[in-house]
């Protein structure tokens, strides 16, 4: 071990290690006697590293910490820097590199801090908080998958003081809401009563919700800072005030801190507000009485653990009551368990946020490379370029290891100003792109620390990849170089061929990520736009009366309209009524309201068994998608009539049997043969099991701007749907949709007050996106990697609609899962599992 | 001897290490490995300094003039192989300076009713 120690000296600067070698070796060998060889090993290390730094530091710094004669650190950066005013302009463009790597290296670090380790925005770190994260298995395919708590869970995880010292729930949904300027479509999160007190927010006005509220149908509201500001610019006299909601008054008691907008990364930016649970009894259907059921399972939990409680005990604690619940439960809680982790990032699980970082940080690093060989190649351009002024010093008596100080020394001077530099373009960027467009980069600001981290990264990187100049400059024979030094062409080396070669390297994965991320953002904007009708403006929307079969119920507050048909007609009288307005078109997939008591999740299956003759005996079943839509769809979609006839005025009636198919079905149903006239027999049996005859009045092609459609589809008359709580609509105008959108949504609130509208786009944005603003790539890419397994309910239920709205418009499955790449093919593949009859529950 | 009390400022407040160096050194000559001894039978165990920390401390001491090396041994129990180190008299006053800075600071303390107990 000694001779391990001896050799580690050699890490000191020389002089000192000439004097004290010996004394040194002595010392530690008494200091060490005894111990094992791991502790001397650890110890050899911890003194040698540390020290050997520091008295190269001394060296430096003083000139001669142990009586040298070497220059002072001083006069290396003077040369330095008057090197670099020798050659002003690659200087500009090496600090101006080291300045791009280092911001764009601050500005990812920046989102993963904000969006990954940090806790969600608005919430002060604390290491005591945990998102607890359920699991059972799923009958239905064995694997293990994230699902929701019920009340009754919350209350009994309340009961485990040993584990939790609060445990709060939320749950959340869109609702329209009213703050004086006309309703809107807000997010609303229903919280436990201890919501804020459990993260330890501390509101920005007012007291939040009292203690005992979880059950209460108290109608107090807490607002987001970005209504407070905007709505009442900014007032503590809004404590008090009364803000709607489905029409109901509601008692503003608090006003979040800025920034915070709960945890699901889908509330990014968006206009929040948080509502006792109780609430949920006076504005939802069924609510007052599914609270207490083990079955409704809607909530997410997060906990403030009991003291000396890590999150890798919740599972053991919690195994018992997991256990409990499992057996109550045995259809949906196969194998239940209760894990924990700390509350860091917006995203809903450990892996997703592992996804997030692991690609950031390979992009990062990738930069960081791109940055050092980039800047390597400079400096082994400039070095070459010195060649003879090295000669000349080498010649003089200058020892080798005297110029790559130097010219390392250069490299740390060119580092440090391209991070002021850097510092200087990053914290402007972030502020304006915050002040320009804050939905999109919320909660985003300059970070010192991160910064900080960034810059010593690349610091030590710059200089380590100066190295490879200074010791090729360096390696050159003295006599060739004074008998060339006329010559002073620079002979591409092959460090430099290499130095090339790394950035290619690097920059081709970058390259192709980037060009990813903007490919989906432009397909999302622009897909189809040469054929897509510009004119029409689609959006997704969900009646939250309830209905009824023909009784208006719930008193005075719903209009004395009986059901969504009655809503539906009403409302394309009144869209009609707009000027500009040419067409209307209604899709919906029919199915009654899932019902929250059940499941959380959204029944999306459009998917029908059909049954048609093949022969005179042979009945051949089909599963193919099926759509109602109104007489106008065709018209609205510009999708072309092959043969037969669309649906008319007289064939959108109950009890209708027209079915108009494209030509994928005809295909897929009647091979090669003619279809009009043809009838084929749906098999009703979502609620009764019963069977229609359908015959067929048409076939369709594939809309203009989806020409690769594929995907069999039944469209019949929006009349014979059972439902149309949930539908999208689509506008087609006389001229830019967009301009039309707003009175659109006046004209469905003047008819529907309670309607939720969502994803409200022209159509040619509408063929791919989902989300209702343009994703920039950070967002983009916290999306893809985090919005995936949080199968919260509004998430599936707006990418159900969303994914139905799509197919609504002929849009194909398999262009619809590779445009819905910017979330997870997780994601995609549980939206085209809910679409399949089997995985419905 | 002269003493630039200059030069005994400027080197003012001392690191800790080297004022336990210079207090060691101050009862009498003593090679590396000795001092650490020293130093952490002082502290009761609470500084125990490695050998990079000391000698770099030396070296640096060295220089300041705080200390120098024992060119003859001073008795025939002196390991001939070690090197010794004395406290001179400038490192001398620069340690009587320290403790006056330090003691200055205790009654400072003291009078603002700081006690070390804690209440």
Redesign the interface.
């Known amino acids: 071990m000694t001779r391990f120690y001896r050799a580690m000296l050699g890490l000191y600067p020389e002089r ?1 290690r000439a ?2 070698r ?7 060998v ?2 060490t006697r005894g111990r094992s060889s791991v502790a001397t090993l650890a ?1 050899a290390i ?3 590293v ?3 730094i ?2 190269h530091w ?1 060296v430096l710094r003083h000139g ?4 040298t004669a070497v220059p002072a650190f001083a006069g290396d950066i003077r040369f330095a820097l008057r090197q670099i005013a020798r050659a002003p302009l690659l200087s500009g463009v090496i600090i101006t590199v080291i300045a791009l790597g280092i911001g764009i290296n601050a500005g990812l670090l920046t989102i993963l801090n904000t969006y990954a380790w940090r806790p969600a925005l608005g919430i002060p770190p604390d290491a005591a908080l945990a998102r607890l994260t359920p699991t059972a298995v799923r009958r239905s395919d064995g694997r293990l998958v994230d699902i929701l708590l019920s009340y009754p869970d919350i209350l009994d995880l309340r009961e485990r003081r040993d584990a939790f010292r609060e445990v709060a729930a939320w749950t959340s949904t869109n609702l329209p809401v009213d703050l004086a300027g006309g309703a809107e479509t807000m997010r609303v999160s229903y919280t436990t009563a201890n919501f804020f007190r459990a993260l330890r927010v501390t509101l920005a006005a007012g007291s939040g919700f009292p203690d005992d509220l979880d059950q209460s149908t108290a109608p107090v509201v807490v607002i987001g800072q970005s209504l407070w500001m905007t709505n009442f610019g900014g007032s503590p006299d809004v404590i008090g005030k009364t803000i709607r909601v489905m029409n109901l008054p509601f008692t503003i008691v608090g006003v979040a801190p800025e920034r915070f907008v709960g945890f699901d990364i889908m509330n990014l930016g968006q206009p929040t507000i948080w509502l006792p649970l109780g609430a949920r009894a006076i504005l939802e259907l069924n609510a007052a009485t599914d609270l207490p059921k083990r079955d409704v399972a809607i909530f997410r939990s997060v906990v403030r653990l009991a003291p000396g409680i890590v999150p890798g005990d919740v599972a053991r604690l919690t195994a018992p009551l997991a256990a409990r619940l499992a057996q109550q439960e045995p259809e949906t809680r196969a194998r239940f368990s209760l894990r924990a982790e700390r509350l860091t990032g917006m995203a809903g699980t450990r892996s997703d946020r592992t996804e997030l970082v692991a690609s950031f940080l390979l992009v990062a690093a990738l930069i960081v490379v791109i940055t050092c060989t980039n800047v390597s190649a400079l400096l082994l351009g400039r070095a070459a370029a010195r060649r003879r002024e090295i000669g000349v010093r080498l010649s003089l008596g200058a020892t080798r290891l005297r110029l790559i100080r130097q010219m390392l020394t250069e490299s740390l001077v060119l580092a440090l100003a391209g991070a002021l530099l850097g510092l200087a373009l990053y914290v402007p960027t972030v502020k304006i792109a915050y002040a320009m467009a804050p939905e999109l980069v919320y909660g985003l600001e300059p970070e010192p620390a991160t910064f900080l981290f960034a810059t010593l990264f690349a610091l030590v990187t710059t200089i380590v990849f100066g190295l490879a100049p200074a010791l090729h400059a360096t390696s050159a024979d003295i006599g060739e170089v004074m008998k060339n030094s006329g010559n002073h062409a620079i002979r591409r080396s092959r460090l430099q061929m290499t130095f090339v070669v790394i950035q290619l390297a690097c920059s081709q994965p970058v390259l192709v990520v980037t060009s990813l991320v903007l490919a989906d953002i432009r397909r999302g904007v622009n897909e189809n736009a040469d054929q897509a009708p510009a004119s029409v403006a689609m959006m997704s929307w969900r009646l939250n009366r309830p209905e009824s079969d023909g009784v208006a119920d719930h008193g005075s507050r719903y209009p004395a309209l009986a059901s969504s048909h009655d809503v539906l007609r009403a409302v394309r009288r009144r869209l009609a009524a707009v000027p500009g307005v040419r067409s209307i078109a209604i899709i919906t997939d029919g199915h009654r309201r899932p019902d929250q008591s059940k499941t959380p999740m959204v029944s999306f299956n459009r998917v029908r068994d059909f049954d048609v003759a093949r022969g005179r005996v042979a009945t051949v079943t089909a599963h193919v998608a099926q759509l109602y839509v109104n007489n106008d769809y065709f018209t609205t979609l510009a999708t072309p009539i092959v043969r037969g006839r669309a649906i008319g005025v007289d064939d959108d009636r109950l009890g209708s049997s027209a079915v108009v198919v494209n030509e994928a079905a005809a295909e897929l149903l009647w091979p090669g043969q003619d279809p009009i006239g043809k009838r084929l027999v749906r098999r009703d049996a979502e609620n009764a099991p019963q069977s229609t005859s359908l015959e067929v009045i048409g076939v369709v092609g594939a809309p203009p701007y989806d020409k690769q459609q594929t995907e069999p589809i039944v469209f019949a008359p929006l009349s014979t749907a059972a439902s149309a709580w949930e539908s999208t609509l689509a506008v087609r105008t006389s001229g830019d949709a967009r301009a039309y959108v707003p009175w659109i949504r006046t004209a469905i609130r003047e008819v529907e007050p309670y309607a939720a509208i969502d994803d409200v786009n022209v159509t040619r944005a509408s063929g791919a996106k989902h989300f209702n603003r343009t994703p920039l790539p950070s967002r983009l890419a916290l999306r893809r990697c985090c919005s995936h397994r949080s199968a919260s309910t509004r998430s599936l239920r707006s990418r159900s609609r969303s994914v139905r709205a799509r197919s609504a418009f002929g849009s194909r499955s398999g262009r619809r899962r590779a445009t819905s790449c910017d979330t997870s093919s997780e994601m995609v593949s549980s939206c085209r599992r809910s679409a399949s009859p089997s995985a419905c529950h | 001897v002269t003493i630039d009390l200059t030069a005994v400022d400027g080197l003012l407040p001392l690191p800790p290490v080297t004022f336990h160096l210079l207090l060691s050194l101050f009862d009498g000559d003593r090679h590396g490995y000795a001092i650490i001894q020293d130093v952490e039978a002082r502290t009761g165990g609470e500084l125990r300094l490695s050998a990079g920390t000391l000698y770099r401390s030396i070296a640096r001491m060295v220089e300041q003039g705080l200390i120098s090396e024992v060119a003859k041994r001073r008795t025939a129990a002196d390991d001939e192989r070690r090197r010794y180190y004395r406290i001179t008299p400038f490192g001398t006053a620069v340690a009587r300076a320290e403790m006056r800075r330090l003691s200055e600071l205790v009654r400072l303390a003291r009078r603002s009713g700081l006690t070390p107990e804690t209440a």
């Open positions: 000192f004097e004290y010996e004394e040194m070796c002595r010392a530690f008494e200091r110890m911890a003194d040698v540390p020290n050997a520091a008295a001394d001669a910490a142990a009586g």
